[in-house]
């Protein structure tokens, strides 16, 4: 019979990969928890509706990337692209928003998109929204999280962040119109998609990736000369918030976003040790989106990370764990030694609950055994066999070199200290 393989972009992550990621969950949730952020989790699966009111309908997602589908009941539903536009549902359909609200989540999203290193079709976030704080000292403290991350994964030094201010819906209106202008005598130099956009949403083109558009875009008005009073003032104190806390960052006036939500404070982290796929982490504000999608009027903020990308740069860096090896591999020879050693297994696991044990199973000779004993890494095999089980004991063999002490038998009683003193 054929074959069936996985979905082209959607990998699996195998075992020697899952401590990388297992490391970058774990620092992740901890450095959440201390900085007072809750864990939200959100289905995979929500309205088609929810994410074009909230992404926009004219963006790359919700034009061309989406896995919608119609469901048994003639609803369409979505694959979602992204985490916050479910989070801001839930955080409205669960009255969360009353105070000041810390959140996070993590866990795959899905966008129809051309696969490559660091872009994948089912791909993984982890990303933290805080509602209901207008200030910009909350936008300081997404960065510093983020930067203190960077510190505990060990890649600060491969990450840069850049920041702009997109200003006030009304400033982007103005700006909107003399881009337009600009654009609108260039037509035949702008590529397709732009050009359509021309009209429905201009400032998507500021993100087009197409090299003759960016280069158009060199000599667009600037979207700064447009910011309004409270978004220019803001960006000022959250600058200022920045370097009173030694984080470098680099003013990017064309960084826009592609999700129409954002304004005022965007930013990106961003690597060149990864090719094309560069951003590891985007995020901003997003005042308006609570309202727009029927909750009251809540300021608010947030960032995704893109974890496929920050594996990669853990992995470059050397600084995630290798899958570890057992530190005992029990064998049994014979039907009453099996039923000896995995009852005197269990026992040394209730004993040092974080030793590491595998269990020979399957049956075979002592020789196989042996064999698979030496294979697994552990460095120590506890041995069962006829002789063990008459005498209620067991016999201990060290399986690397350097380890002096010779194979012995011990009492069933001894066995853990006996352990202890080969595996200090
Ligand atoms: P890009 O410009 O790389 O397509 P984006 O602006 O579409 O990114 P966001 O929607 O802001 O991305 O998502 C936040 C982060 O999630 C990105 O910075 C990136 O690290 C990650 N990400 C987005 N799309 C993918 C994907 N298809 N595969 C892997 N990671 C992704
Ligand atoms: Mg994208």
């Not at 199973?361 to 066999?385: C, E, L, N, Y």
Request: neutral net charge; aromatic residues 6%.
């Amino acid at each position: 019979m054929s074959e069936i393989r996985a979905i082209r972009g959607m990998n699996d992550i195998l075992p020697d990969a899952t401590p990388a990621w297992q490391l970058l969950e774990r620092t992740v949730a901890q450095l959440l928890d201390t900085y007072g952020y809750g864990e939200i989790r959100l289905p995979l699966v929500e309205k088609t509706a929810l994410f074009s009111r909230s992404i926009g309908e004219v963006t790359d997602i919700v034009e061309k990337e989406m896995y919608s589908f119609e469901d048994r009941n003639g609803d369409s539903l979505s694959l979602r692209p992204e985490g916050t536009a479910g989070c801001v549902r839930a955080a409205i359909q669960h009255n969360l928003l009353g105070v000041p609200r810390r959140l996070w989540y993590a866990g795959p999203m899905f966008r129809y998109e051309r696969p490559q290193k660091g872009r994948q079709r089912q791909f993984h976030q982890m990303g933290v929204e805080a509602f209901g704080i207008a200030t910009p000292d909350i936008d300081a403290e997404l960065i510093l999280l983020c930067a203190r991350l960077w510190r505990q994964l060990g890649i600060a030094g491969d990450v840069q962040l850049e920041l702009n201010s997109i200003g006030s819906a009304a400033a982007r209106q103005a700006y909107r119109q003399a881009l337009v202008e600009y654009l609108s005598g260039h037509v035949d130099a702008l590529d397709e998609d732009s050009r359509r956009r021309l009209d429905s949403n201009p400032l998507r083109i500021l993100d087009s990736k197409h090299p003759a558009t960016r280069e158009l875009l060199g000599a667009a008005p600037s979207l700064q000369d447009y910011l309004d009073a409270e978004s220019a003032e803001d960006f000022a104190r959250l600058c200022g918030l920045l370097d009173a806390a030694g984080v470098a960052y680099t003013v990017n006036r064309r960084l826009v976003r592609g999700l129409d939500y954002y304004n005022k404070t965007v930013f990106e982290w961003v690597t060149t040790s990864l090719g094309a796929q560069g951003t590891v982490c985007a995020g901003g504000r997003y005042d308006g989106l609570v309202q727009q999608l029927g909750g009251k009027p809540t300021p608010a903020i947030g960032f995704a990370m893109g974890m496929e990308r920050l594996v990669l740069l853990l992995q470059a860096a050397g600084a995630c764990a290798q899958a570890s090896a057992p530190e005992v591999y029990v064998l049994a020879l014979g039907a009453a030694a099996e039923q000896a050693a995995r009852v005197a297994s269990e026992q040394l696991r209730d004993a040092a609950p974080a030793l590491k044990i595998t269990q020979h199973a399957g049956g075979g000779s002592f020789k196989s055994q042996m064999k698979k004993a030496d294979k697994s890494g552990a460095r120590v095999a506890i041995i069962f066999g006829e002789d063990e089980v008459a005498a209620n004991s067991a016999t201990l063999k060290p399986l690397r070199a350097g380890q002096d002490a010779g194979q012995r038998t011990v009492a069933l009683q001894e066995l853990p200290s006996a352990l202890q003193a080969l595996l200090p």
